[in-house]
Nanobody
Framework: QVQLVESGGGSAQTGGSLTLSCTTSPYTWNGYCMAWFRRVEGKEREPVAR????????YYVDSVRGRFTLSQDDAKSTLHLQMHNLKPDDSAMYYCAARYGYCNGFKDFQYWGQGTPVTVST
């Protein structure tokens, strides 16, 4: 069973920063596509960023590009999402997801974490 454990959520003010982390096991790392999604209650879940742990080049959706950065810690099987210049629109529950193999856009993720909340205040 693949387990993804998110941490690092919390509150920040507009313009502030937070770093989310997603930790999995060493068996669920190399060769996996890892991604972050977010969802606001009452709205559809939306993708945020992804990377193929092969290693690969990260991809960011337009709304976060230039503000969010993915980084991987191979020794700890952990994916970090550094979020800078936060905006109230970034407030959401953030989920880590994984699928074995290359990234197929933001499709076909089989494994999901429980989520970690982010609240950005004005």
């Amino acid at each position: 069973q693949v387990q993804l454990v998110e941490s690092g959520g919390g509150s920040a003010q507009t313009g502030g920063s937070l770093t989310l982390s997603c930790t999995t096991s060493p068996y669920t790392w190399n060769g996996y596509c890892m991604a972050w999604f977010r969802r606001v209650e009452g709205k559809e879940r939306e993708p945020v960023a992804r990377i193929w742990i092969a290693p690969g080049t990260p991809y960011y959706v337009d709304s976060v590009r230039g503000r969010f950065t993915l980084s991987q810690d191979d020794a700890k099987s952990t994916l970090h999402l550094q979020m800078h210049n936060l905006k109230p629109d970034d407030s959401a529950m953030y989920y880590c997801a994984a699928r074995y193999g290359y990234c197929n856009g933001f499709k076909d993720f089989q494994y999901w974490g429980q989520g970690t909340p982010v609240t950005v205040s004005t």
